[in-house]
C-alpha cells in the first residue's frame, strides 16, 4: 500500500514501502536481525511443496519440542501455534498452509512478553504483556482483561536499557522510519530474544505505543500530532 501511495503522490504516516515489505514477512525479518547481530530465536522457513512433512519434521528436530510453528505474513497472532510433538506439528502445519505456502518453524523461548515502542530512532518505556491464561494470541490481544499490560515493566534498569538499545538495533537493521513497535521474549536467565516489527501499531488510546509515550508524558493527542509532524519529514526533500 506505501509503494502505491508513493507512485500515486499520496502522503501518508509511517515506514516507506521497503521497510514495510521487509517487516511484513517473518522470515525476511529474522535474515536481516541475523545480518545485525540482533538477538532473535533459531528458526528455520518450511514451505509447502512434496516431502513438506518430512522437511518439518527434521527441522524440528534441529530446533526441538516445543517450538513455534506461525506463518510468516500474518498479524495479531493468526496463524501462529505453540508444539509440543510431531502429531501437533502435523496439525499446525495443515492449518498455517491455509493461510500460506510459507511457515517459520520457531525456538520456543519460555519467560516473559515485552515489547518496546520506538519513536525516530529512540527507544520507549518497556511494556510486559502478561496474559492470564495460555499466550498472547488473537484472543487475548483484543479480548478485555485477557492480558496484563504494565508499563513501565516492573524491570531492572540494566534489562529495560538493553531491551531498548536492541529495539534501537532493530529499527536500524529493518530501515524503519517514523515510528514501530518491537516484540521481545525475555528467559527465566534474562537472555533477550527479539521476535519481530510492528511497522504499524495499534493506535487506539489504550494501545501499547500509546500507553509508552503516556509514560514519558505524551498523551494521545500529542502522539498522533507528532508522528503526523515526522512523517511529513520525508516528504521535504
Partial sequence: IQAAFDLMGIRYTGTDYLSSAICMDKAVTKEYFHMS???TPASETIYNKVGVQADAKE????LGYPLIAKVTKGGSSVGVYIVSDETMLEGALEEAFCYED???LEQFIKGREFTCGIIEGVALPVVEIAPIEGFYDYKNKYQAGSAVETCPANISEALTREIQSI??????A???QTYARIDFMVDE???VYCLEANTL???TPTSLLPQEAAAVGMDYPHLCQHIIEISMKKYDA
Fill in 174 to 176: 529493518l530501515r524503519l
Fill in 59 to 62: 527441522a524440528a528436530a534441529r
Fill in 189 to 191: 536467565n534474562e537472555n
Fill in 201 to 203: 501499531p495499534g493506535m
Fill in 37 to 39: 547481530g540482533v538477538p
Fill in 102 to 104: 510459507k511457515v517459520l
Fill in 167 to 172: 529495539t534501537e538495533k532493530a529499527y536500524a
